[in-house]
Structures are given as C-alpha cells and as structure tokens.
C-alpha cells in the first residue's frame, strides 16, 4: 500500500518564500520571457545566491549588454546597466575600478559574449578583474528570432542556416581557461540547486569569474540545447577532480558532447585592483 503524499499549501509556502527574504532582491518588474526559459532558474539562482551571501543590494550592481539575457537588470533590484552590444565587460571593469567595494556581476548570452563582445573577455581574464561573469548559452540568437550564434551546433537549422549550420561551434571553457580566467565553472538551468551553488561560490571568488550556464532556449531550438537533450548529456566533474590542475581543467573542458558540471579551476591571485594599489605604492600615491 502506497503512502499517500503530504498534502503542500500554497499560503505556507508563500510565507516560506516571503520570510526567507530572497524577495527583496527581486524588482516588481516580471520577466518577460518565453514560458519555459531557463533564465527563469537562472535570475532565481542570483537572488538566492545574493540573499545567501547577504550582498547589499545598495553595493551591488548588474551589467548586461543586449540579448533576451540581457533584461536581466530590469528583473532584480539591484543596480543595473544595460549596455551596448557586447560591451558588458568594459562597462564592468570600469565600474568596478572605480569603486572596488561594488560586486559586480556581468550578464551575457552567447552571442553577446562570444561573437560582438568576444574580444573582450580576453582581457577582463587575464587582468583578473574582480567580477563575476555569467554566461547564458541558449546556442541561439533568441531575441532576434533565431539567428546561428557562435556556440550554436553544427547542424542546427536556424533562420539563417535553413541548410544546417556547417560551423563547429567555440569552445568557451577552454577560451577562458586558457586566457587566464581565475574561476571558471558550468552550471546547467535545468539544475537550479546546483546552479544556484556554483553562482554563489562565483561571486564569492576573488577575482574573475566565469560561470557558463547551458540553458534551452524553447521556442526557436527545437533539436539541440533542449532539456532532454541537455539532460541526457551533461554529468558531474570527477569527484577526483582537482581545481587547481589547470590541465586536467582542460582536458575536462574539451569535451562538448558531454558537459561536466561543477567547478573546473580555481587560481588565488592579485585582483586588477590590487595591482593599481602596488603600481599607486611605487609612484608615491594614494588610493581612496
């Protein structure tokens, strides 16, 4: 004889969410996008991880270039930036130069972040900025109307490849691996607990982050990034997998077919910010 479930309350949950006070980091605004969107978890991920961390949200700021990821600003309340095209790290660095006590977390899709902005990550890596950079990879230019991106995969039907796509997509892990990227990790959306863990030890790292987030986008990728493909491919890191070992990072990040989820590499090194303070010492400077 089966047990029957216990019965859940919509008021007792409710409050649970309300006392839990993950609420104030969200804004009235609703998130527009499509039913079914797995930036919905993702935008849940950042305030629970914000909530967690206890982020003051007057001390804390969004930036996010042009894409269906980049309304996110518009969805919390936090400050928020949204910037041109691809320009979500310049903007970034520059805020958090400006003012070091900020944390600073950047907001980009993969067309964003690897095809108008993709020279600019290189850069924000091995300066070890400290921000965070969130990455949501739908494959897909979604807002749009569905366009091949630069991680879209090969033989994907697109509105601009109805013959398939021919292009082997980038791979983004390796990139930031070997641009000198201080945390790299990969969550998955359809893994919100874990996706939420890996977004609050992003933000918590000192220096640059980069979190890539598989994420499917339901209305113009009906064969590739979905969430029982994605589900059926991605896996755990190696419960031996050591963070420190930038090779075996690599070797973890070559293959696509099958994403490991978790935290690739982690280095502890001088922030940009704290090189500009050793560079302001030997000029006789002050910092403020």
């Given at each position: 004889m089966s047990i029957p479930a216990m019965p859940v309350f919509v008021d007792v949950k409710l409050r649970e969410v309300q006392e839990s006070g993950r609420l104030e980091y969200r804004s009235r605004s609703l998130p527009t996008w499509c039913p079914g969107c797995g930036y919905f978890s993702i935008v849940e991920g950042v305030t629970h991880a914000c909530n967690e961390?206890?982020?003051?949200?007057?001390?804390?700021?969004?930036?996010?270039?042009?894409?269906?990821?980049?309304?996110?600003?518009?969805?919390?309340?936090?400050?928020?930036?949204?910037?041109?095209?691809?320009?979500?790290?310049?903007?970034?660095?520059?805020?958090?130069?400006?003012?070091?006590?900020?944390?600073?977390?950047?907001?980009?899709?993969?067309?964003?972040?690897?095809?108008?902005?993709?020279?600019?990550?290189?850069?924000?890596?091995?300066?070890?900025?400290?921000?965070?950079?969130?990455?949501?990879?739908?494959?897909?230019?979604?807002?749009?109307?569905?366009?091949?991106?630069?991680?879209?995969?090969?033989?994907?039907?697109?509105?601009?490849?109805?013959?398939?796509?021919?292009?082997?997509?980038?791979?983004?892990?390796?990139?930031?691996?070997?641009?000198?990227?201080?945390?790299?990790?990969?969550?998955?959306?359809?893994?919100?607990?874990?996706?939420?863990?890996?977004?609050?030890?992003?933000?918590?790292?000192?220096?640059?982050?980069?979190?890539?987030?598989?994420?499917?986008?339901?209305?113009?990728?009906?064969?590739?990034?979905?969430?029982?493909?994605?589900?059926?491919?991605?896996?755990?890191?190696?419960?031996?997998?050591?963070?420190?070992?930038?090779?075996?990072?690599?070797?973890?990040?070559?293959?696509?077919?099958?994403?490991?989820?978790?935290?690739?590499?982690?280095?502890?090194?001088?922030?940009?910010?704290?090189?500009?303070?050793?560079?302001?010492?030997?000029?006789?400077?002050?910092?403020?």
């Amino acid at each position: 004889m089966s047990i029957p479930a216990m019965p859940v309350f919509v008021d007792v949950k409710l409050r649970e969410v309300q006392e839990s006070g993950r609420l104030e980091y969200r804004s009235r605004s609703l998130p527009t996008w499509c039913p079914g969107c797995g930036y919905f978890s993702i935008v849940e991920g950042v305030t629970h991880a914000c909530n967690e961390m206890g982020i003051s949200r007057d001390q804390s700021v969004v930036v996010s270039g042009i894409g269906c990821a980049s309304r996110f600003p518009f969805f919390v309340n936090l400050y928020g930036f949204h910037t041109l095209h691809g320009r979500v790290l310049p903007v970034a660095t520059g805020i958090k130069t400006a003012n070091d006590r900020l944390t600073v977390i950047g907001i980009g899709g993969d067309g964003d972040g690897f095809a108008i902005g993709g020279g600019h990550i290189s850069h924000a890596a091995k300066r070890n900025v400290d921000i965070t950079y969130l990455l949501f990879d739908n494959g897909i230019y979604g807002l749009t109307k569905g366009q091949t991106s630069p991680l879209s995969a090969v033989g994907l039907r697109t509105t601009t490849t109805p013959f398939e796509n021919p292009e082997r997509p980038l791979n983004p892990l390796m990139m930031l691996l070997s641009y000198g990227a201080s945390w790299v990790g990969q969550a998955y959306a359809g893994h919100p607990d874990h996706l939420r863990e890996m977004i609050t030890q992003a933000v918590a790292h000192r220096g640059f982050s980069y979190l890539h987030i598989l994420s499917p986008c339901v209305t113009f990728d009906k064969t590739s990034k979905t969430y029982v493909n994605l589900g059926l491919q991605v896996r755990k890191l190696p419960e031996n997998h050591d963070p420190s070992n930038l090779m075996a990072a690599m070797h973890q990040a070559q293959d696509m077919d099958h994403p490991a989820l978790g935290l690739y590499y982690q280095q502890f090194r001088p922030t940009l910010g704290d090189t500009f303070e050793q560079v302001s010492a030997k000029a006789g400077g002050h910092n403020t």
